[in-house]
């Protein structure tokens, strides 16, 4: 660390201390107010060392064949048969590596200017309420995200800015399937005790000022790169509690055992045993394999990229993860903000009874498999039923978590109804899915919702039933003929989609209106007893006679939303609702500055 | 306009939406306007159109010269397929606007919609997020508005085009004051 980065670093946080200059800038209709601040110094290198790189280089290589062609004799003079106006012809005139040379540096002081200039005019605030962005000065931009509408809050570290000592904070919002509002670059230190101060007063251990306590030090993560441990850092580490870790060796095999890898040693092995037996179209072959091994390639180095040196820590605020190969990530999921789960078992892992969880967290967004958004929807990348418990008992926070692991088990390798707790398709559903038909099917707890269905990628969605959004039914001709119906369950926006397929159709009514009368009352059962799973849904009474739908209920009463004011200790996050913005003052919330 | 009951396809007991008998203080399902059937109507002929003439103008081309050495029967069947998918859904258009409807129950919404492949949606309304309204030129043209009610799920739709805009207005009051008795936070 050099002392100018040092000096900085202390400039950067006497700015923390309070109101700086620079809170002139602040509009007048903002109150209260912490001072605006601007992104750590060395952002506009991390952010721009690819245009950098290319800049020098692009530099150095005409400089040295510049340099080359002078001594060579070949002087690159200017083509003739162009006919360039006066004034440039003294420029022309140079020798070309200077010309060249000097477009180039101008080139890159034009550039850093720019970056400058971005870094200049990015500020942003974090007060009690909201978090702000302002970028720009021509194209003025402010961002302002509500500090109790953040669903997560992830510090990403990509290569150069881990180099660096930086850090980027992300702030997750519901509603936006990309990240609202993105901190680029602060020094890691700050970014963590940013996060902490933030996460303190979002999640539910800022509630009442309660930390949960200092967990019994297991201080055992991470050393971070960014070397200069701070008082701040290493008492975040001490409330981390280490849930789980998995190991290389698991995390290696797991990828050994997927289809993109056996594609790839198959590729290899043809390559080889073709480049034996016809030499002369190795060339020509070698060439079309290349897109195949780069996609293949890519995806083996992505699932590495969230698998490598992964490890599970509870906070008082939520689950931590942390991970990452090259761009380190952590990953921070408050309690109570899982919308759904799935746990998927490929037919590789199953012998060694490994699964993958996506996870639905607001915020997140995207796809599972697509950008960066589906990565992260990866809450446990490998995991033994024995993590698949720890996860489900800690992030779900189910005080008995084995009769949901167990039930979770069965849904990814029962079949059928014999002696199951998931009410299966019935069999004339063989007409349309043969193969999977006696995969089909669902469990309901008294808090979670279970729907299972794959063959040989086989998964099963989790979804609590005070998450539920909405239930769609849909019959095409065919289900209505053999008088079935799927049933989807809506969840928010994200990688895991809940459906029920090739239900019974009277099983199916009465499944949706056992579910809304349960979604009424979710948030009383939310208490912290959990009885075993219980099959409240048994097989739906013979069609003759429909149950009840929930439309032919007398009005019901709202017991359930009237008591809402006595969530328990776990649901904290279950505080009623500052409806359509009234703002919600987190308590707890210090001035970012304040903290240490 | 009349009874908007008259507009409704029976539910027929093979439907998502099917039930015994509405018990009184129970919804009605309600229908979206007759007005709606013109404007989707347009809506048809303009789109097919316009994929008229992306598939039809080699036919124009040949007939004019310069594709003169193509076969008819490279050229004539897209156009030729363009025009009985558009007529077909020109014909079930009313069919499809009288089973569009909704209804709202003390405490869900529901919209079905669909004829070959029927779906029902129903959203409790504590978990409503927001309500749209949306009218374009044409549906103001013939004084309708569409309506959405949206969660914080992508796949709750909900939407229900060509309501009056009188019962979009009651509709969007009524959805928010009860989404805002019941919500329930994410």
């Known amino acids: 660390m050099s002392a100018q980065d040092r000096t900085s670093l202390d400039a950067e946080r006497a700015d923390l201390q309070g109101p700086g200059p620079e809170d002139r800038t602040a509009p007048p209709e903002v109150e209260d107010e912490g001072s605006w601040h601007r992104m750590h110094p060395l952002s506009p290198l991390a952010r721009g060392w690819i245009a950098m790189v290319v800049v020098i280089g692009a530099w150095m290589n005409t400089v040295v064949n510049g340099l080359v062609g002078d001594f060579t004799g070949d002087d690159g003079e200017p083509d003739p048969s162009s006919d360039p106006p006066a004034i440039l012809d003294f420029f022309l005139g140079l020798p070309e590596w200077v010309f060249y040379g000097s477009m180039a540096a101008i080139g890159a002081i034009i550039a850093a200017l720019g970056a400058l200039y971005v870094w200049w005019f990015t500020r942003y605030q974090v007060t009690e309420t909201h978090v702000r962005l302002r970028t720009g000065l021509v194209f003025r931009q402010e961002r302002q995200t509500r500090l109790d509408r953040v669903q997560a809050l992830d510090i990403h570290r990509p290569l150069v800015p881990r180099i660096l000592g930086l850090a980027e904070l992300r702030f997750e919002v519901a509603d936006a399937g990309e990240t609202s509002v993105t901190l680029r670059y602060l020094k890691h230190d700050h970014a963590r005790r940013l996060r902490k101060e933030l996460l303190g007063a979002i999640g539910p251990g800022g509630k009442g000022g309660a930390r949960a306590g200092a967990k019994g030090a297991v201080a055992s993560g991470t050393p971070s790169p960014g070397t200069d441990q701070e008082a701040g850092s290493t008492a975040e580490e001490n409330e981390e509690e280490l849930l789980l870790s998995l190991p290389l060796r698991r995390v290696v095999l797991a990828r050994l055992l997927t289809v993109s890898f056996i594609v790839l040693t198959v590729l290899a092995v043809a390559a080889v045993v073709l480049s034996f037996v016809f030499p002369e179209v190795i060339l020509p072959m070698l060439l079309g394999f290349i897109p195949t091994v780069l996609a293949l390639g890519g995806t083996l180095l992505k699932a590495l990229e969230i698998s490598w040196s992964f490890k599970m820590y509870r906070t008082p605020e939520g689950l931590r993860l942390r991970y990452g190969l090259i761009n380190k990530t952590s990953q921070t999921v408050p309690t109570g903000r899982i919308q759904a789960l799935a746990v998927y078992r490929p037919l590789l892992w199953r012998k060694a009874g490994w699964s993958l969880v996506h996870v639905n967290v607001a915020g997140y967004g995207g796809e599972a498999g697509g950008d960066s958004a589906g990565n992260r929807s990866v809450l446990l990348p490998v995991a033994t039923d024995g993590d698949l418990n720890v996860l489900f008992r800690e992030g779900l926070r189910i005080p008995h978590s084995d009769d949901l692991t167990g039930l979770v088990l069965e849904g990814l390798m029962g079949e059928g109804d014999d002696a199951s707790r998931f009410v299966s398709s019935p069999e004339r559903v063989k007409w349309v899915a043969p193969i999977v038909r006696r995969r089909y099917g669902y469990a309901v707890t008294d808090r979670m919702l279970l729907a299972r269905g794959g063959r040989a990628y086989r998964q099963c969605c989790v979804i609590p039933h005070n998450k539920l959004q909405s239930i769609g039914v849909s019959r095409g001709p065919v289900a209505r003929r053999l008088d079935l119906a799927d049933v989807s369950l809506h969840s928010i926006v994200g990688a895991v989609r809940p459906t029920i397929y090739r239900m019974d159709f009277a099983d199916a009514q009465a499944f949706v209106a056992r579910q809304l009368e349960r979604g009424r009352s979710a948030p009383v059962v939310e208490a912290l007893t959990e009885s075993p799973a219980s099959p409240s849904d048994g097989p739906a009474s013979p069609a003759g006679d429909l149950p009840a739908l929930p439309w032919d209920r007398p009005r019901a009463e709202h017991p359930a939303r009237t008591e809402q004011s006595l969530p328990g200790p776990a649901e904290a996050s279950h505080r009623p609702a500052p409806a359509y913005g009234a703002p919600g003052v987190p308590p707890g919330l210090r001035r970012p500055g304040a903290s240490s | ?186």
Not at chain 2, 10 to 18: E, G, K, T, Y
Not at chain 2, 125 to 146: H, I, T
């Open chain 2, 1 to 186: 306009m009349s009874d908007p009951s008259d507009l409704l396809t029976p539910l027929r007991p093979d439907d998502p939406a099917a039930r015994p008998d509405s018990s009184p203080g129970q919804g009605q399902w309600k229908g979206i306007s007759r007005r709606y059937i013109p404007v989707r109507l347009i809506n048809e002929v303009i789109g097919g159109v316009f994929m008229l003439a992306a598939t039809g103008w080699p036919v124009v081309l040949k007939l004019l010269g310069p594709f003169s050495g193509a076969s008819w029967w490279w050229l004539l069947p897209w156009p030729a397929l363009v025009l009985v998918i558009t007529l077909v859904n020109i014909i079930l258009t009313p069919r499809r606007v009288r089973a569009h409807c909704y209804r709202e129950d003390p405490d869900e919404f529901l919209v079905r919609k669909g004829l070959l492949v029927r779906r029902l949606v129903v959203v409790p309304y504590g978990r409503m997020q927001y309500v749209d309204v949306n009218s374009g030129p044409l549906l103001r043209a013939f004084g309708l508005a569409e309506i959405t009610l949206h969660t914080a799920s992508p796949q709750t739709d909900t939407k229900v085009p060509g309501v009056t805009a009188e019962e979009a207005n009651r509709l969007r009051e009524h959805l928010t004051e009860r989404g805002e008795d019941r919500l329930i936070e994410l």
